[in-house]
């Protein structure tokens, strides 16, 4: 059950890109949301919008050559453990999973296309699911979560301009709301961090840091893209609970920031000597929706990150032309390895969907174990778990160790 990523919807777990018909419920949904909820928490900070400065470091950024024809027929990992959920009425889950929060020895696990939000034990086992309704302490369509780990606790987007924090046993603690409409969610210190994926198409800016000392927002938009809605896997990747990374579809461009900063710093710079990026397309006028799927649909370019991992010492990410590629960049020997598999012995996934310390987290389903296993070689790691697994079982979780 591949799904190919369709854009300008970059799945929506999907990063890579949100399936177009996907969108389109999201955005009829949207329609319905109640905008009379009332905020409980005004935002505790100084309004600094860089509305007419720039919000952009000129240091120049390190240069990553990403050369996908010299990409290695083989698994980019090795080793993996993997979580198989448990399979009951109460915690049924659909194929597509959009993003996997790690804390402690419990999983929260979204769903957007289902509108469900369910935590795991470590091993598994079903623990609850987070309340969805019209009431004061529930959800009514959340978009994305994020660990805060300082606290033990999940900031959770709902409808687009909420922001939700529940602990983990599903308790609502505050709320807030920010006045654009926001696709990806991050935390960072006392700092809620905001992308936006052009759902409203009133910002200026594709990101906004709020909550903590700062009030920033940050990225210009590229004009010509305007009408481009993009979403994808991972916006944000912290590090050190101090530094986040981030990225945006029209700029291959890493960034990273810190609570002390007011600007953003460029740090890696990617570079395709023998494609074409999207990036570098030259328009006279800004690119429609469908221009954009025809783009994307001939194959012909880099269509950017489409998700970004980082830890101290390694860069995870993935490009895509005609094929995905996995990327590992060493930041300290400043060595790439680029493959068209993720891990030996297992189909790759939909997508990646979080991060464990040096696991990379996403789900199979068991049909695409099952396919896989019957034209290639199976890991014998879950050749056992076969035995008992069956095609309508919950997805199995993945934790992929990069080394």
Same mark, same amino acid.
């Given at each position: ?310 830890? /101290?010492? %390694? &860069? ?9 590629? *996995?990327?590992?960049? @060493?930041?300290? =020997?400043? $060595? ?21 310390? /040096?696991? %990379? &987290? ?9 396919? *896989?296993?019957?034209? @290639?070689?199976? =890991?014998? $790691? ?22």
């Amino acid at each position: 059950m591949m799904e190919k990523n369709l854009i300008p919807i970059t799945t929506i777990t999907t990063v890579a890109t949100i399936r177009l018909n996907c969108w389109q419920k999201i955005k009829q949904h949207a329609k319905k949301q109640d905008h009379k909820l009332k905020t409980i928490f005004a935002v505790l900070s100084s309004v600094c919008l860089l509305s007419c400065q720039e919000t952009i470091h000129n240091d120049a950024p390190e240069n990553i050559e990403v050369d996908v024809t010299k990409a290695q027929d083989e698994a980019l990992f090795s080793k993996y453990e993997y979580i198989p959920l448990e399979t009951s009425e109460n915690c049924l889950l659909p194929a597509m999973l959009h993003k996997i929060v790690s804390c402690h020895d419990t999983l929260v696990i979204h769903s957007i296309i289902q509108n469900t939000l369910l935590s795991f034990k470590s091993d598994g086992s079903f623990i609850r699911r987070f309340p969805i309704g019209n009431g004061p302490d529930e959800l009514i369509y959340p978009v994305d979560i994020a660990l805060d780990p300082e606290n033990n606790t999940l900031q959770i987007l709902d409808s687009y301009q909420f922001i939700k924090e529940f602990s983990l046993d599903g308790t609502r603690i505050s709320e807030i709301k920010v006045e654009d409409p926001y696709m990806r969610l991050g935390k960072l210190k006392n700092e809620v961090l905001l992308f936006d994926a052009n759902l409203g198409k009133k910002n200026d800016y594709y990101f906004e840091f709020t909550g903590g000392q700062n009030n920033l927002k940050l990225i210009n938009k590229k004009k010509y893209f305007n009408d481009i809605v993009y979403i994808p896997y991972s916006t944000f990747s912290t590090v050190d609970d101090n530094t986040v990374f981030f990225y945006h579809q029209f700029e291959n461009v890493v960034f990273s920031w810190t609570p002390k900063d007011t600007i953003a710093t460029p740090v890696y710079q990617l570079t395709f000597p023998h494609e074409k990026s999207i990036a570098d397309l030259s328009l006279e006028s800004p690119l429609q929706a469908k221009d954009y799927q025809k783009l994307y649909d001939a194959k012909e370019y880099i269509f950017g990150i489409k998700s970004l991992y980082v830890t /101290n010492n %390694l &860069l995870f990410f993935t490009v895509e032309t005609d094929q995905l590629y *996995y990327c590992l960049y @060493n930041r300290d =020997s400043k $060595k790439i390895r680029i493959c068209n598999q993720l891990l030996e012995g297992l189909p790759n996934p939909d997508g990646i969907i979080g991060i464990e310390g /040096n696991y %990379l &987290l996403y789900a199979l389903t068991p049909e695409q174990i099952i396919t *896989y296993s019957q034209e @290639n070689p199976l =890991s014998e $790691k879950i050749s056992s778990q076969m035995k008992v697994m069956k095609e309508d079982d919950n997805p199995v979780i993945i934790k992929c160790k990069m080394n």
